[in-house]
């Protein structure tokens, strides 16, 4: 711990972030008609990467089945009688054929069904959440749609929108440089993966996407650090942004 300039203790992990992002707003065609001012202290005006790591890691932990199992030597099928004498063979000495170091044998020590899933405290959780979201307007990784505007499920309809803002079928890296005598090859397009929030659970929105590589849909209350930080874009409503700024704590 030491000491910050108002004479309170700061943990050196955290980052302290002030000031003001200006997030694009674009509407359904892909144009930009506009942005939103976003303050630091809105999110809590602090990022923490070990906390929001030491979330992820829960969450990913809490996902595990647990289901692994392996036969330890006494499960194993078989007789348990010693191989061959002690003594008067010359081979190196041997007991049962269940053992694990045999082929087919017991695993020594493997893997028995458990439960992964452990709990941080909640308002560590909240402040990692608050982290991400954060950390993604900080890094122009996070923009606002003014309106979706779909008339029913219509995923085409949402595969194009996100295509006008350049979030899918976008151009990959360059390939390698082809050898003379061979056709060039064209960059592969790829397409982000991205998390969009909506003020309230939207059953058309979830639909029209959910066959969509890649595009999750969530309420803003069901927001995580993990939801949040695995995505390469943050694509929010109007609605869903002012309903994360006004969720304090």
Known sequence: ????????????????????????????????????????ADFGGKISPRLMHE???????????????TLRRGEVAG???KLFRQKGTGNARAGTKRTNKRRGGGTAKGPK??????????????????MAILAKIRDKAALV??????????TKEMAGILKALSLREVAGP??????????PKKPKKKNLSLLIG??????TMYKSARNLEGVRVLPASDFNAYEVLRPKRLVLT???????RAKKG
Not at 13 to 22: A, L, Q, R
Not at 198 to 203: G, I
């Open 198 to 203: 909506t003020d309230k659970l939207d059953a």
């Open 145 to 154: 749609v003014d309106d979706f505007g779909l008339p029913g499920i219509k």
């Open 1 to 40: 711990m030491v000491a910050d300039g108002s004479g309170t203790m700061a943990s050196p992990n955290v980052e302290t972030v002030s000031g003001t992002f200006t997030v694009p707003v674009f509407n359904r065609q892909g144009q930009e008609v506009g942005s939103v001012a976003v303050d630091a």
């Open 79 to 81: 007789s348990t009688k």
């Open 113 to 130: 069904p458990r439960d992964y899933s452990y709990a941080l405290p909640k308002q560590a959780l909240r402040a990692a959440t608050r």
């Open 174 to 183: 360059a390939p390698a440089p082809a050898a003379e005598g061979e056709t």
């Open 55 to 69: 979330a992820v890691l829960m969450y990913e932990a809490n996902r595990r089945q647990g289901t692994h199992s």
């Open 238 to 244: 109007r609605a869903a942004l002012d309903s994360l």
